[in-house]
Structure formats: C-alpha cells, structure tokens
T-cell receptor, first 114, second 114 residues
Framework: AQSVTQLGSHVSVSEGALVLLRCNYSSSVPPYLFWYVQYPNQGLQLLLKYTTGATLVKGINGFEAEFKKSETSFHLTKPSAHMSDAAEYFCAVSASQGAQKLVFGQGTRLTINP | DGGITQSPKYLFRKEGQNVTLSCEQNLNHDAMYWYRQDPGQGLRLIYYSQIVNDFQKGDIAEGYSVSREKKESFPLTVTSAQKNPTAFYLC?????????????FGPGTRLLVL
C-alpha cells in the first residue's frame, strides 16, 4: 500500500525567496512520484515526476524535486518564488506495478507575499 | 485543442436524487479516472477504467456508479446512497493507465446539496 504525507497545509514565502514544499511517502514497492499543481477552481496540472533514472527531476516553471530513497522524501523546490506560483500543490505516489492508482497527499497551499 | 471537458461546472442535488456528471476526452486515451476532492483531504479515487466496457472501484466507490461504453466518455452518477456528496469532482485520463504516465485533468464539477 502507498501513502503520502505533505508537511504543512499552508506555506507562505516572499516573492524572490526559496520555495520548499515537503513530501514524504510510504510504499511497499518501488514508487513512482509526482507533483501536481492546482490553480483556484481548476483541474490539476503535472509539474514533474520521478519514475526511474536521475533522482533530481526538473519540471515546468522552474520547479525541481529530488527523490531520496533513504529519507522516503520527494521535496519540491524553486529557487525564487514568483507571484504566479500561488496555488495548491499535491504530491502523489503510484506503485510501480499494476494499473496506475495515484495516492495523493492532502495538499499544500502556497501563498506568495509581495 | 485536445483535452478533457467536464459538465456542468456546478450541479445541485436534492435529497434522494441521483445526478450524473459528464466527462469527455478527445486525447484518444484508454484510461480514465474519477476523483473526489474535499478541503484538506487531497484527492481520493472513486473509480477508474483502463479500457472500454471495463472499470474498477477505487478507494471510495460506495454511493457512486460509472459506465464506460465509449472510449471518450466516462460519466459518473452520484446516487442517493451517497450521504455526503458535496465536493469538487475531477475527471482525468492517461494514455494506457501505466504507472509512469501523466494523468491529464479536466476543470472539475462542483456538486452542492440543496
């Protein structure tokens, strides 16, 4: 079985500051990991994903995440926050076997202060 | 433009009434999914389908039903047995339902109980 914990339901940073959104997972098999972003009253859009290969994954809009197996983590970072980054961010895990069934974390709402 | 459409954007349900949410995709994807989103709980999988005429229960299927008669359509019925239906409902699709794939989301339907 898989589960995801996102530390911090709300994160607030200043424009230009580092963004760090935390995600820890639990999985009985090697996981595939995803970060999705949701703007108000919209569907979700993929930011980045880790399946195999390089553990540092780069995504859209300047975001990146590093898969750390020893820490069971997949934290999302961006060096310099922009006002347009304000949204809700979801970490998700999928087992590497069988049909894809994404298990989502509870989400982190990111606020950017001018 | 290829994508996923959901209708209606808002839906009101009376006590004891069944309502159906529409989901259509023109991405030629085999796999389709329905999620329920509640504040602070992330997304939870209701049903998924990897191929026409076949679908599987997700984590919270009770009180819901689906059909998959056409590749491009995956309607969700919220039955009167679902006692707490107020939520934001998201439909998604992916090419084959494999664990590494990106899921593409529709804009969602917000269901409210009168």
């Amino acid at each position: 079985a898989q589960s995801v914990t996102q530390l911090g339901s709300h994160v607030s940073v200043s424009e230009g500051a580092l963004v760090l959104l935390r995600c820890n997972y639990s999985s009985s098999v090697p996981p595939y990991l995803f970060w999705y972003v949701q703007y108000p009253n919209q569907g979700l859009q993929l930011l980045l994903k880790y399946t195999t290969g390089a553990t540092l994954v780069k995504g859209i809009n300047g975001f990146e995440a590093e898969f750390k197996k020893s820490e069971t983590s997949f934290h999302l970072t961006k060096p310099s926050a922009h006002m347009s980054d304000a949204a809700e961010y979801f970490c998700a895990v999928s087992a590497s076997q069988g049909a894809q069934k994404l298990v989502f974390g509870q989400g982190t709402r990111l606020t950017i202060n001018p | 433009d290829g994508g996923i459409t959901q209708s209606p954007k808002y839906l009101f349900r009376k006590e004891g009434q069944n309502v159906t949410l529409s989901c259509e995709q023109n991405l030629n994807h085999d796999a389709m999914y329905w999620y329920r989103q509640d504040p602070g709980q992330g997304l939870r999988l209701i049903y998924y389908s990897q191929i026409v005429n076949d679908f599987q229960k997700g984590d919270i299927a009770e009180g819901y039903s689906v059909s998959r008669e056409k590749k491009e359509s995956f309607p969700l019925t919220v039955t009167s047995a679902q006692k707490n239906p107020t939520a934001f409902y998201l439909c998604a699709s992916s090419p084959d339902g494999q664990p590494t794939e990106t899921q593409y989301f529709g804009p969602g339907t917000r269901l409210l109980v009168l």
